[in-house]
């Protein structure tokens, strides 16, 4: 397996990244298995892709697959978690416990994948102090003081539209750089920062132009 | 303004279709201020694009710009809502009525896009029969009659992973083509049946790359 070669993550396309990720998620159900070795083919099958499109993908990053044999399934995975930096704590902060605030907390996804919310944010005293699935709510108010202190490197936003661009201004003052945003709004922030748009309203729309 | 070409739904990328709702949410923004007309670098500066990929966009649906003046705000606006058929009632029906899918019944995105979520199912005798959010909750038993009466043509599933397979199988097999799947696992549909996958923690993954 030659060593991992990560390139300039501005060549890389963002929806390789993605698939990536996707890839990961396979390889993980794999290895439950004790799926030793997987083939582009078996890899592509299960995400309805081509095999081309994997090896494609893969070969941004180096020389993984074996000719006749495929891809050793744990090695892969861990290359790729390798790749994604995910081998790691990924440190992540919320700001918003609402009801969707309150699902991202429980969601087992994160869980799964080893991601630790470390703290939750919101300005609502009733919420404030509480303790949700072992998430502790601070106030708005320290949002800086404790983004610091939790060490939190990703931010997700499911707060009211009104307070988004506020809040990102905040937490991009104190060092966050990349933000998971799920309010309907488009934010300002630097060049080096990087916020991903979850848009629920985007996935509706573009399901309705594929209804016949 | 040239007539609109829906070409072969399958040679368009699923990226541009989904950067037409991005446009249109632009362009209702623009609306709101009275702005009557947008060139496409003031569209694709708003979206951190270029200018060239929002008129290549545009193209595959025919000819929307005018040389030396740009877009109609307005017209550009009602076209793209018939590209994507949001021109009309989009009919949804939710499965899974835990935080993340009562954060989707209160969500404003829908809501201000008048997309009408018709009705909800769950297991859970507590929440069958309540309504939240101006939403009737139906047993799960009850799925293909209500989802028929309702005319329901988009299911979102919030449900556990354990019961996705099996609704998605009951959903299809009483009409269901388009399935927006919140559930953190593949689903297996017929080919003609369109799902899209929102997985969080892709999200994060990707994001986990970017931080330096």
Redesign the interface.
């Known amino acids: 397996m030659a060593p991992q070669e990560v390139g300039d ?1 501005k060549r890389i396309p ?2 390789v ?2 698939r ?3 890839y ?2 396979v390889l993980q159900n794999l290895e439950m298995k004790n799926t030793a070795k997987v083939s582009s083919k078996e890899l592509s099958e ?2 309805g892709l081509n095999p081309a499109q994997v090896r494609k993908d893969l070969a941004y990053f180096g020389q993984f697959g074996i000719p006749g044999v495929g891809y050793y399934v744990a090695d892969l995975r861990s290359q790729i978690k390798k ?4 081998d790691r704590e ?1 440190r ?1 902060a919320l700001v918003g416990v ?3 605030g ?3 907390l ?5 869980i ?2 080893g ?1 630790q919310i470390l703290g939750a944010f919101d300005v609502d005293p009733g919420k404030v102090g509480t303790t949700i699935r072992g998430v502790h709510v601070y106030p708005i108010d320290e949002l800086e003081e404790r983004l610091r202190q939790l060490g939190a ?2 931010l997700i936003l499911t707060l009211p ?1 009104e307070a988004a661009q506020a809040v990102t201004d905040r937490a991009v003052r104190c060092g966050i ?4 945003n799920f309010v ?1 709004t ?1 934010l300002v922030v630097p060049p080096y920062v ?1 916020v ?1 748009y ?15």
């Open positions: 993550s963002k929806a990244i993605k990536l990720s996707l990961s998620r299960q995400l790749i994604l930096r995910t990924v992540i609402g009801n969707l309150q699902a991202l429980s969601y087992t996804g994160f799964r994948e991601f490197e990703i539209r750089t990349a933000i998971l309907p488009r990087k991903h979850v848009d629920l309203t985007i996935e509706i729309e573009s399901l309705s132009y594929y209804l016949k």
